[in-house]
Structure formats: structure tokens, C-alpha cells
């Protein structure tokens, strides 16, 4: 009779393991649906002001570079080669962004209830990856408007740099969220290297254009390769090679000091916020 109590708790643990992974998931989900709610809560366009920011910003880079200064740095259409990189980015970038307040805004729900706290910044991420996903439709319109068309890459490609891009982020944001609640100065940091990092990265030039003049100092901005997979993908439905391998690295060093961050700097959420 022993014998049988103890060999069914290793199923029993089993069983609550993936209960407590179902349940994290699901407050992820209803956390993700809370952020898109309240973000267009009392708006009349409601989503399409997330769409609005990065086709805004295309048309004016593109009236300038392409227009104004004749600058010619792809065969594509430029506001297609701007597009392309600048909804992967704006995933990113906002992201992080809302992400630093996940902790120090929500100090009166981390005080009442006890939850896995991670999920509130990876919250974030999930909810502005819905507003990505719905970028991507415009996207294909905008592509097949200019002759190009979707190949089946795509079914394999999205998902996969999807994947990616999230773990890439999982590090960054749970390190921000975190020390954002002991200086509440990172926040505004944050979003002026935002900015810096945009023009950092190959968005509004190609990749190739910057390491004939760099060569490998440019794969240490890990969204540099990223974005090209991104761009390389929805214009000419180039599946990513092994050329991705500095995001992935990044990835996984973020994912490390994010994590060993957020734990050593939770017990101490309350008393700091």
C-alpha cells in the first residue's frame, strides 16, 4: 500500500505542474487581453492607432529619403523595404517601452494577490505581438498592390522568427521591468536608447550597407540580423539562415540576466513600490 502512495506522487506532481503551467498561461492571456482593452479604452479608432504609427512613420521616411533626397538603396519599393522593418520593430521597441512599468504600475495588484509576477511584463510582449500580427495583413496588402506576392515560406518563416523575436525579448523586458521599480528614471532611459537603437539598426538602410563599412561590429546589435530575416523574408520569402545566430545569442545572455535579475530583486517589489 506504501509502495503504491509512493509511486503515484511522481504522477501527482506531474499533474500539478501542468496545472500551474495551464493557469500561468491563462492569467497571461487574460493579462494581454487587459493591456489591449485599457490601451484603446474610450478611443474612436481603437486599434488602427497601432497600425497608424509605423505606416505614418514609412510614408514620412519614405517622402524624405526616397523622394526629397533620391536616396536608392533597394531594388523594392522603399516604403515596402521600410514597412517591412519597421512593424517587426515596433513590436520590439514598444515592447519594451510599456514594459517598464509592468511592476511599479500594478504595486497595488502585487500587494493583494500572489501570482506568477513575470507574467506582467511578458504581458506586454504577447499584447503588443497581437498588434503585430495584425500589422501583417496591411503588409500583404501593401506587398501585392506592388506586384510582390507571399510565398508559402511564410507559413514556416512568421511563426518561426515569431518565436525568436519573443525569446529575445523575455530577457530585456523582465531586466527593465525589474529595475525600473528601484530607479524610476530608467523608464524615460529607456525610451531615448529606444530611439538611438532605431537608428542603429539596418531600418532604414540595409544590412549590407553597413558591414562593407563596419563589416562584424554591426552583428553586435542583435536586431540588426533580426530585422533583415524579417525584411528578407516578407519581401523576396527568404526563409532565415544561419546569418540569424546573433540574435539567438543575445536571446539566450538576456534571457539569463533578466531572469537571475527578476529573482533577485522580487522579494523586495513591496517594500521598494
Known sequence: MATASIASRPDLWERL???????TWELLLLLTAREVKLRYQGTVLGLLWTLAKPLLLGLVFSFALSYVLRVKVTDAPYVLFLLSALFPWTWFQSSIQTSAGSFSN?????KKVYFPRFVLPLSAVT???????????????????????????????????????????????????????????LEHLVEVLMTLWLYLTPILYPLALVEKRLGPVVHLN???????????????????????????????????????????????FEVAL
Open 106 to 110: 500594478n504595486a497595488a495588484l502585487l
Open 222 to 268: 542583435p536586431m540588426a540580423s533580426l530585422i533583415e530575416a524579417w525584411r528578407d523574408l516578407f519581401l523576396y520569402d527568404q526563409l532565415p539562415g544561419t546569418d540569424i545566430w546573433p540574435a539567438l545569442v543575445f536571446a539566450a545572455v538576456a534571457l539569463v540576466a533578466g531572469s537571475i535579475a527578476f529573482k533577485a530583486l522580487e522579494g523586495q
Open 17 to 23: 505542474k501542468l496545472t500551474q503551467m495551464a493557469r
Open 127 to 185: 499584447s503588443q505581438l497581437f498588434h503585430f500580427v495584425l500589422s501583417i495583413p496591411i503588409l500583404v496588402l501593401l506587398l501585392v498592390a506592388k506586384g510582390y506576392h507571399p510565398g508559402p515560406e511564410w507559413l514556416l518563416g512568421v511563426p518561426l522568427l515569431i518565436a525568436i523575436q519573443l525569446l529575445l525579448l523575455a530577457g530585456p523586458v523582465l531586466l527593465v521591468a525589474s529595475l525600473n521599480v528601484f530607479l524610476r528614471d
